[in-house]
């Protein structure tokens, strides 16, 4: 703590050379005072292990000389230490990765059961679509045909193509490919993890 001289020291300065508290120039004083007891200390500075002493220093009925043998083996204990707890600390960042590695397997398998079942509903949906378009095209060829081309027998023939893709659409060949596109029964499963990813360390 500065003195009251020490103080008044560094407020004519700043006054003379208008520099403010936070001046990168520092001040007229030193931020701590140094006092010589002539007492030795040794001090372990790191984070904390628990139960392990860190520092060691001069007292009533001890020199630090005396201490050399405990002060090493504490030196030692204490690495030690830090290494298994980054050791742990390691540990535990494996097997979070690999839960989490494991969650979103999970939630891309759930995302992927949902679009084979929506697949499942399109074929549902132009199946019946082709069921009906089929109906309505035999009661069609029941009509008088008409002796020339117009919008009608246009309209036949587009809704002829129409039932054609329809029925590819539903049978082996055009489900095949529909899947394929979409990568929904690839032949070597992606989102089937590998049995140790279930089994932490």
Known sequence: MPTLDELAAEERRRKRFAITWDSPYGRAYPEWDFVRTSKLMIEIENQYAKGLRR???????????????????????????????????????????????????????????????????????ISTEAGKLRTRLEEVKRW?????????????EWARDRLENLDHAVG???????????ELFPDIDPLIGPPEDLVEE
């Open 55 to 125: 520092s060691w220093k001069d007292g009533k009925h001890q020199r630090l000389e005396s201490l050399i043998d405990e002060i090493v083996t504490g030196i030692i204990a204490y690495g030690v230490a830090l290494k298994l707890k980054e050791d742990e600390r390691a540990l535990w960042q494996r097997n979070n990765e690999r839960r989490q590695c494991v969650c979103a397997r999970a939630h891309a398998r759930k995302e992927r059961e949902n679009r084979r079942k929506q697949i499942l509903d399109e074929l549902v949906a």
């Open 144 to 156: 008088p045909e008409r002796s020339q081309s117009d919008e009608f027998t246009r309209f036949v």
């Open 172 to 182: 082996p060949d055009g489900i095949a490919e529909s899947l394929q596109k979409r």
